[in-house]
């Protein structure tokens, strides 16, 4: 039934769809012979007066400039003769699909006559060619009202072809209002048939299911449930006689089960109870070892900062060593310069001791080549004795200086020796000091990882405390839950009594109380898995 008025409906919309198609391509056939043809063939028909009258009135302007500008009148001329040619166009392409053919072309040529015949008359008023102009004028003015003609016959077929469209469409629309009227009586014959079917097929078993549904909601089980109606309804029936029957059985297990949650309810409350006092246990075990911890975090906090003092002491005198030796380094570069120094200088006294000695045979010679004189060398002998005196105290000097430098460079030698086993000696006390700045380093280092193990067990001892402290909340929830979930199985077992069952399934009852399996309650306590914890349980062991 709902298969054939869907037919009815998609026969009166595909209906509908074509007279509108119809409609709309009869509308735009008598839009285009009423408007666009015959619109472009008025342009044209006036274009054409409108050229012939400016064409007289371009050549009285021509004899007589005092009437107005020729040239202007020119230009007119040759925009309406644009205009024409325009408007010939236009209506060639609005009659492309013409049922007159021969009408069309006919107005097609005389217009391309007339156009042709008005721009030689241009022409003529252009180089003043009078007699030539009226004899063209005599020939447009007849292919005007030849054209005046064709345009009359043309508008007439025009007409007619409009009126015959219009018929048309009235006819379309009147046997459209004769088949809307037919789909309505047997849409509305349908509708009466569908209606008087579901009163007595799907109504009519509603309403004995809705009774049923009444019945079930208090409390009664013991009804037959009969099935009937049609495919539908049939099986809405037989599914309602499944939930009954799945609700019989449900009764039955609950009658059998609320008394083993009873049961089970109260073992969970004695073992939530036994829990909670391990927790407690385990939580005051917790405190204890947390403020051991405690004092053992502080202690390897302590050690850790003297460890990180003593390497920086350590770093200062490594530092400082360092510039020790560097002077000493520098202390023995002096001294090896002193010694060359002296060696440069015993070089120099050399050369005085030799330079007094020649001085000393000079002035000898002197004394002798002045004794030889006599009394004229006698000034210059005793000049050549304070010389040879000049140069025996030089001689006495550089003895001395020599002796001096000699002891000099002893104790320079000595001093360089001191001054190398010194810069030995500060070397090795650097190397001391860096194998001792290492060793604080790693003893540094050491006492951090040790600091930072302490916190991890801090942390995971924390966690414990927390997972602890949690553990007793769950455990309160739990006994919580044991007593409602008591108090919830006495209200099943109440709701479940208000169900009225079959004395046939009363047997259900029995089975569902010896196929209960013992239930032992069982509480998972929250574990501790983080890293820190797992890297505090490692360095435990």
């Known amino acids: 039934m709902l298969a054939l008025v869907t037919l009815l409906l998609l026969a009166f919309a595909l209906l509908t769809w074509n007279v509108m198609q119809q409609s709309r391509h009869d509308l735009a056939e008598l839009e285009r012979l009423n408007v666009q043809q015959a619109s472009m063939l008025n342009r044209l028909h006036v274009a054409s007066l409108e050229g012939l009258n400016r064409m007289d009135r371009a050549l009285e302007r021509q004899l007589r400039p005092s009437l107005g500008d020729p040239i202007a009148a020119l230009q007119a001329v040759e925009d309406e003769l644009d205009e024409m040619q325009a408007s010939r166009r236009a209506f060639m392409d609005a009659t492309q699909s013409t049922p007159h053919p021969a009408l069309r072309d006919a107005l097609d040529a005389q217009a391309e006559r007339l156009i042709d015949i008005m721009q030689q008359q241009l022409s003529a008023i252009r180089t003043g060619d009078r007699s030539h102009y009226r004899q063209l004028t005599l020939e447009a003015v007849e292919l005007s009202q030849a054209l005046t003609e064709s345009a009359r016959r043309f508008y007439a077929v025009a007409d007619r072809q409009g009126v015959i469209l219009l018929h048309d469409a009235e006819r379309q629309a009147k046997r459209f209002g004769w088949l809307l009227a037919i789909g309505l009586m047997l849409a509305s014959g349908v509708l009466l048939l569908m209606a008087w079917l579901s009163q ?225 000696g500060m070397a090795a006390i650097v190397d001391s000091i860096a194998e001792v700045q290492r060793l604080m380093e790693q003893i540094d280092h050491a006492s951090q990882d040790q600091h930072d193990g302490i916190g991890k067990l801090n942390r995971a001892m924390d966690e414990m405390t927390a997972v602890t402290r949690d553990n007793g909340r769950l455990v309160s929830l739990s006994t919580q839950d044991a007593h409602s979930l008591r108090e919830k199985a006495e209200r099943m077992r109440a709701h479940a009594g208000r169900f009225v069952i079959d004395s046939r399934d009363s047997r259900h009852l029995q089975d569902s109380i010896e196929a209960a399996q013992v239930w032992e309650p069982r509480v998972l306590l929250t574990q501790p898995h983080s890293q820190d914890a797992e890297e505090a349980m490692a360095l435990l062991k």
């Open 200 to 424: 007595r097929y799907v109504l009519a078993p509603l309403q004995a299911i809705i009774g049923h549904f009444r019945a079930i909601a208090g409390g009664d089980l013991t009804g037959t449930i009969p099935v009937n109606g049609l495919r539908e309804v049939r099986q809405l029936f037989q599914e309602l006689a499944g939930m009954q029957q799945s609700l019989v059985l449900t009764v039955s297990h609950l009658h059998g089960t609320s008394q083993h949650v009873l049961d089970s309810a109260e073992r969970l409350a004695q073992s939530n109870q036994a829990l909670a006092s391990q927790t407690r246990q385990q939580g005051t075990a917790l405190d204890y070892t947390t403020t051991h911890l405690d004092e053992l975090t502080r202690n390897v906090t302590h050690n850790a900062e003297s460890a990180n003092q003593a390497s920086q002491l350590a770093n200062m005198a490594l530092d400082r060593a360092r510039r020790g030796e560097a002077v000493m380094e520098r202390f023995v570069g002096t001294m090896e310069e002193i010694h060359e120094h002296a060696s440069q200088v015993n070089a120099i006294v050399d050369l005085i001791d030799t330079i007094a000695f020649q001085t000393n045979l000079l002035a000898l010679n002197a004394s002798v080549e002045a004794a030889r004189a006599g009394d004229q060398g006698r000034g210059f002998a005793v000049v050549a004795g304070e010389v040879r005196s000049l140069a025996s105290r030089s001689t006495e000097a550089a003895h001395q200086i020599r002796h001096l430098l000699t002891a000099s460079r002893d104790s320079v030698q000595r001093g360089n020796a001191l001054s190398s086993d010194a810069s030995h």
